[in-house]
């Protein structure tokens, strides 16, 4: 059974940093593209970055985030720098089993529940 758990979520003010963490279980995680969406209230969930064998994000976030993976660990990460109040969202984390680059959510075919990311102004 595949699983992934997010964690590092929480409230911080504009001009700071957070870093999000996901743990996958249950799959051959070297053969995945591992990917973060965000889900702000009242809107679509939309793509934030990508990783596989390279790196690829959103405009809205690119020069801020950084996406990273530890394959020896079996988990992914964004490092989120100068957050701004528009980056408030619910993060997760999903796997797309080896694929190139990935920026629908239809693609992905895991999911995690999701961290809570609050930026006050």
């Known amino acids: 059974q595949v699983q992934l758990v997010e964690s590092g979520g929480g409230l911080v003010q504009a001009g700071g940093s957070l870093r999000l963490s996901c743990a996958a279980s249950?799959?051959?995680?070297?053969?995945?593209?591992m990917g973060w969406f965000r889900q702000a209230p009242g809107k679509e969930r939309e793509f934030v970055a990508g990783?596989?064998?390279?790196?690829y994000y959103a405009d809205s976030v690119k020069g801020r985030f950084t996406i990273s993976r530890d394959n020896a660990k079996n988990s992914v990460y964004l490092q989120m720098n100068s957050l701004k109040p528009e980056d408030t969202a619910v993060y997760y984390c999903?796997?797309?089993?080896?694929?190139?680059?990935?920026?629908?959510?239809?693609?992905?075919?895991?999911w995690g529940q999701g961290t809570q990311v609050t930026v006050s102004s």
């Open positions: 999903a796997a797309e089993f080896y694929s190139g680059n990935s920026y629908r959510q239809e693609e992905y075919d895991y």
């Open positions: 249950g799959l051959t995680f070297g053969r995945y593209t």
């Open positions: 990783i596989n064998w390279s790196t």
